[in-house]
């Protein structure tokens, strides 16, 4: 193993992406309606998070649950010290961005070309090319851009991931011109040992600040593989969504996105500094439970239930 963390990387602070509006919402069978959807971002805004992925910039045809990102935009309080980011496949969502005074696009692809086949219908060369108008054209207008990699771990199609090819994917985002880069494990089956043979690799080449990690917990290893990437590694910005909302299209009934409370409380009990309330985004996905119809998948959510009529617990 390469050593990256170092006392001074352990003493930033740690910065939460809350992805909750967007990946979360996106993958919950029921409809949110956009009240709530505003309330919620609104209540996120003051949890402590850097950063919320508060929309969509997709076709409304393909994806209903976020075609009102426009609206939703438009209405939210923009808390300072907070940055507001919509993701963006195309030019034409480049400009529904811009017309809703979005201030950070995400771009979207992966280190497979199975998955992009599947789920954009392009190879990740082709994907590459899609987006690049979409990245010159946010730099120009002073957008900041975040690159998302899926897969980087494992791939639902084809199995484990090669380190090379995510950096690969990596590095030609970088020349695109993007602003930061966020490595998901899509599948939510890397280890922290998976997780340490891709950091090994793509560590070299970036700069620590510039990167995210997005994982999810399908299988539990997610809190660990977050901590691993801390402590030894010195990655400070990880993706993660309140309540862990969003399902996990590759195995039904799984959670998907690492919950945000899970991993605050985590990071803080390893002494990393968190600027995060995780009662407070507990109350958020709370605050929408009852919306999306099944219960919050959060380990911290279980543990904070009312035991009505419950003994006291003795000796
Ligand atoms: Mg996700």
């Known amino acids: 193993m390469l050593s990256f963390a170092t006392h001074e990387s352990r003493q930033l602070p740690v910065r939460i992406i809350e992805v909750s509006p967007r990946d979360?919402?996106?993958?919950?069978?029921l409809f949110v309606p956009t009240a709530r959807k505003i309330d919620l971002i609104n209540a996120l805004s003051r949890t402590g998070v850097t950063e919320i992925e508060a929309g969509s910039f997709v076709s409304p045809a393909a994806i209903p649950q976020l075609a009102d990102s426009d609206e939703v935009f438009r209405a939210i309080d923009r808390v300072p010290g907070v940055t507001y980011?919509?993701?963006?496949?195309?030019?034409?969502?480049?400009?529904?961005?811009?017309?809703?005074?979005?201030?950070?696009?995400?771009?979207?692809?992966?280190?497979?070309?199975?998955?992009?086949?599947?789920n954009i219908k392009a190879t990740v060369q082709e994907s590459l090319l899609r987006f690049t108008p979409v990245i010159q054209g946010a730099k120009r207008d002073g957008l900041l851009v975040r690159g998302y990699i899926s897969t980087a771990l494992w791939c639902p199609y084809e199995g484990r991931m090669a380190p090379q090819r995510t950096l690969d994917v990596m590095l030609r985002l970088l020349d695109l011109g993007v602003d930061d880069v966020s490595l998901g494990d899509t599948l939510?089956?890397?280890?922290?040992?998976?997780?340490?043979?891709?950091l090994d690799v793509v560590m070299p080449h970036?700069?620590?600040?510039?990167?995210?990690?997005?994982?999810?917990?399908?299988?539990?290893?997610?809190?660990?593989?977050?901590?691993?990437?801390?402590?030894?590694?010195?990655?400070?910005?990880?993706?993660?969504?309140?309540?862990?909302?969003?399902?996990?299209?590759?195995?039904?009934?799984?959670?998907?996105?690492?919950?945000?409370?899970?991993?605050?409380?985590?990071?803080?009990?390893?002494?990393?500094?968190?600027?995060?309330?995780?009662?407070?985004?507990?109350d958020c996905a709370n605050q929408l439970a009852s919306a999306i119809g099944h219960p919050l998948r959060s380990r911290l959510s279980q543990i904070s239930k009312p035991r009505i009529g419950q003994p006291a617990l003795k000796g």
């Open 188 to 198: 939510g089956r890397g280890s922290p040992v998976d997780m340490r043979a891709l």
């Open 206 to 282: 970036i700069d620590p600040i510039r990167l995210s990690l997005h994982v999810h917990d399908t299988y539990g290893m997610a809190v660990a593989t977050v901590l691993t990437a801390w402590e030894d590694y010195g990655i400070t910005a990880f993706d993660c969504s309140a309540g862990g909302l969003g399902g996990c299209p590759y195995a039904p009934g799984a959670t998907g996105n690492v919950a945000t409370e899970d991993v605050v409380f985590a990071l803080k009990a390893s002494g990393a500094l968190v600027a995060v309330d995780e009662g407070l985004i507990l």
């Open 85 to 118: 980011s919509a993701l963006v496949p195309n030019e034409r969502g480049l400009e529904r961005a811009r017309a809703a005074a979005v201030r950070k696009i995400a771009v979207f692809t992966a280190a497979s070309n199975s998955f992009t086949r599947h």
């Open 24 to 29: 979360g919402l996106q993958h919950e069978a």
